[in-house]
């Protein structure tokens, strides 16, 4: 994180333009698709591109907190996460440009000190990603839960 602060010049925003998002997940996902990963990782990673453009929309509806990271007047990274109940808040959304080190773990700490303390944050899988299941237990977290999604419908 302190490394991610020293080499870049940044700004944080709360809210960001809804066609610069979408153009951001596209380049996003257009760098992903280069990834070598199995079928099954690739099926899961288009379901969830398809989701955060849906919940882009519905996110409006429910009570949640957004940051974006903005760097030589580009979005760079972002998160939108929403408060489900008591002290409990999902991270609904986090993308991040490839190659910038330090970023997505300086989302996590934004996000922790918006919730406040004693507020837990529950995040998604890994989608079968090692690099993202590292990624993720490198955070530290308090507790880790076997969770399982029944997904009805088409999967891509």
Do not use: M
């Amino acid at each position: 994180i302190n490394k991610f602060q020293k080499e870049h010049h940044f700004k944080i925003l709360n809210n960001y333009p809804k066609e610069k998002i979408l153009k951001f997940l596209t380049n996003w996902a257009t760098e992903k698709r280069k990834k070598e990963v199995t079928k099954l990782t690739k099926s899961l990673f288009e379901q969830e591109l398809k989701e955060s453009i849906e919940n882009l929309e519905l996110i409006e509806n429910y009570e949640h907190k957004k940051i974006f990271i903005e760097e030589n007047d580009g979005l760079i990274g972002f998160t939108i996460f929403i408060h489900l109940f008591n002290d409990l808040w999902v991270g609904l959304i986090q993308k991040t440009k490839l190659g910038i080190r330090g970023l997505s773990q300086y989302l996590y700490h934004l996000k922790a000190k918006e919730i406040g303390v004693n507020k837990i944050l529950t995040t998604g899988a890994e989608a079968h990603d090692p690099n993202l299941k590292s990624f993720k237990e490198s955070l530290r977290p308090i507790d880790i839960k076997i969770i399982y999604v029944l997904k009805i419908g088409e999967i891509l």
